[in-house]
């Protein structure tokens, strides 16, 4: 697998989600199964068959999880500037046609959450953004046109 870079937030994040997984989630699916087992005859139990896909989905994520971690690389903030955007830069853009400001903050694919502003570096915005520095204009192309956005700010 290839290394992964994560912020330290999002580092223990992920740590805290399969601590969670491993101690609580195992526990609790276990004990739906064996309700679920009692009720009769196991090929015709839904609620079995629904828990064991369940398992399943949790013991994927907990694989995920630790495959990520294992291969992680923490961001050190302190360790990059803020002359252009790099993973871990926080970033705010002016979109030139609707003059309206927003901000993203450029994290690795598993951290990114676009609710939360964490855009993907792999992401067309994110990998477009990436080496740019202030007052720059940026063209980015995505499936619904170009958009285009200068570099207001750069934090990390």
């Known amino acids: ?32 199964i064996g309700k ?3 009720l009769g005859d196991l090929s ?3 609620e079995y ?3 064991k896909e369940q398992q399943a989905h949790i013991e994927r994520r907990i694989r995920d999880l630790e495959t990520t971690l294992s291969h992680a690389t923490i961001i050190e903030n302190a360790d990059l500037g803020v002359d252009e955007i790099l993973i871990g830069t926080r970033v705010r853009l002016k979109d030139m046609d609707s003059d309206e400001d927003c ?7 598993e951290e990114a959450d ?3 502003g964490k855009i993907s570096v792999t992401s067309p915005v994110g990998a477009a953004l990436v080496g740019h520095k202030l007052n720059d204009t940026v063209n980015i192309k995505v499936p ?7 570099v207001l700010k750069i934090t990390r």
């Open 1 to 32: 697998m290839k290394k992964v870079y994560l912020t330290q937030k999002g580092y223990e994040d992920m740590t805290k989600e399969l601590e969670l997984l491993k101690k609580t989630s195992r526990r609790e699916i276990a004990r739906e």
């Open 36 to 38: 679920a087992r009692e």
């Open 44 to 46: 015709e139990n839904a």
């Open 49 to 51: 068959h629904a828990a």
């Open 103 to 109: 901000e993203y903050y450029l994290v690795s694919e």
């Open 114 to 116: 676009i609710s939360d």
């Open 144 to 150: 619904a046109g170009t958009l285009r956005y200068k």
